[in-house]
T-cell receptor, first 116, second 116 residues
Framework: EAQVTQNPRYLITVTGKKLTVTCSQN?????MSWYRQDPGLGLRQIYY???????DKGDVPEGYKVSRKEKRNFPLILESPSPNQTSLYFC???????????????FGEGSRLTVL | AQKVTQAQTEISVVEKEDVTLDCVYE???????LFWYKQPPSGELVFLIR??????QNEISGRYSWNFQKSTSSFNFTITASQVVDSAVYFC?????????????FGAGTTVTVRA
């Protein structure tokens, strides 16, 4: 089954404790992206990647890191989480960038992160 | 500044009523893409439509229709004869020219509640 898988789905952590949210897709997609969803703000793009070893900042990259060493994986790293990073995080992928003929984004189920 | 504005935070209708969701966007580019996504109560995000800036034809897909008007920078979404299953948060999104690195900006979302 074609899907985008995020782990963990739920996480409660404490300020400063490094964590990684994994994202994996099995559709051989080139484009991958991370968003955070906060009430009243919709989804805001954190980082995106056009292909392996190519990553770019979205609108809210501060406090986050990403890597794209393999096509299927795009982990989101919070080196030193803070309470303002408490949010619902979505990973998404598409065959190519949003402008291509196949620009439909496929989203993971979301990861709810709480930083105390 | 918010590039995509969804002024309606919540809309509540009775089943079989029509409901229109407003989306106003802001861009200086002449070439851009607009999207609508649906987020049902289960939380996943589902792609509904993508429209490029050169195609102002209205689109209809079953009970869903979209009205794109460049003159007013709007891309409104109408659900005809609403059903309970249409209850969800709906997001409008904008992707500007490649010079903006394929970023995708979402509006804050409109929560639609359809009552039986």
């Amino acid at each position: 089954e074609a899907q985008v898988t995020q782990n963990p789905r739920y996480l409660i952590t404490v300020t400063g404790k490094k964590l990684t949210v994994t994202c994996s897709q099995n559709m051989n997609h080139e484009y991958m992206s991370w968003y955070r969803q906060d009430p009243g703000l919709g989804l805001r793009q954190i980082y995106y990647s056009m292909n392996v070893e190519v990553t770019d900042k979205g609108d809210v990259p501060e406090g986050y890191k990403v890597s794209r060493k393999e096509k299927r994986n795009f982990p989101l790293i919070l080196e030193s989480p803070s309470p303002n990073q408490t949010s619902l995080y979505f990973c998404a992928s598409s065959l190519s960038h949003p402008w291509s003929d196949s620009g439909e984004l496929f989203f993971g189920e979301g990861s709810r992160l709480t930083v105390l | 500044a918010q590039k995509v504005t969804q002024a309606q935070t919540e809309i509540s209708v009775v089943e079989k009523e029509d409901v229109t969701l407003d989306c106003v966007y802001e861009t200086r580019d002449t070439t851009y893409y607009l999207f609508w996504y649906k987020q049902p109560p289960s939380g996943e995000l589902v792609f509904l439509i993508r429209r490029n800036s050169f195609d102002e034809q209205n689109e209809i897909s079953g009970r869903y229709s979209w009205n794109f008007q460049k003159s007013t920078s709007s891309f409104n979404f109408t659900i005809t004869a609403s059903q309970v299953v249409d209850s969800a948060v709906y997001f409008c999104a904008l992707s500007e020219a490649p010079t903006n690195d394929y970023k995708l900006s979402f509006g804050a979302g409109t929560t639609v509640t359809v009552r039986a």
